[in-house]
C-alpha cells in the first residue's frame, strides 16, 4: 500500500510563512511528479505547483514568487514552502504523487491565513 502523509498546516497571519511536507511510503521503487493542490470551500481543487524527479517545476499564476516547492527523492518527500501568505490561500492543500503510473492524495492539511 501507498501511503502520503502530509504536515506542516496551521493558522498565520497574512503575510506570514508556512512550510508543508508530504511523504510517500509503503511499497514504492520510485516516485514520479509530486505536486500540491489546494481546495477552498465552495470551489474546485486547484493546481498550486508540481515538480518532476528532475527537478523542473510548475506553479500556479497566484503563487509564483511567494511559493515554492522541492523535494528530496531519496525520502520521497515533497515540500512546499509559502510565503506572503494571503487570506484567499486559504484551503485544504493536498500533496500528490505518481507512482507506477497511479495518482495518490494525501489526506489534505488545512492553510488559513488570517487579515
Known amino acids: 500500500q501507498v501511503q502520503l502523509v502530509e504536515s506542516g498546516g496551521g493558522l498565520v497571519q497574512a503575510g506570514g510563512s508556512l512550510r508543508l511536507s508530504c511523504a510517500a511510503s509503503g511499497r514504492i521503487f520510485g516516485v514520479g511528479v509530486m505536486g500540491w493542490y489546494r481546495q477552498a470551500p465552495g470551489k474546485e481543487r486547484e493546481l498550486v505547483a508540481v515538480i518532476t524527479t528532475g527537478g523542473t517545476t510548475n506553479y500556479a499564476d497566484s503563487v509564483k514568487a511567494r511559493f515554492t516547492i522541492s523535494r528530496d527523492n531519496a525520502k520521497n518527500t515533497v515540500y512546499l514552502q509559502m510565503n506572503s501568505l494571503k487570506p484567499e490561500d486559504t484551503a485544504v492543500y ?3 504523487a505518481e507512482i507506477f ?3 495518490y492524495w494525501g489526506q489534505g492539511t488545512q492553510v488559513t491565513a488570517s487579515s
Do not use: A, P, V
Open 94 to 96: 493536498y500533496c500528490n
Open 101 to 103: 503510473r497511479l495518482h
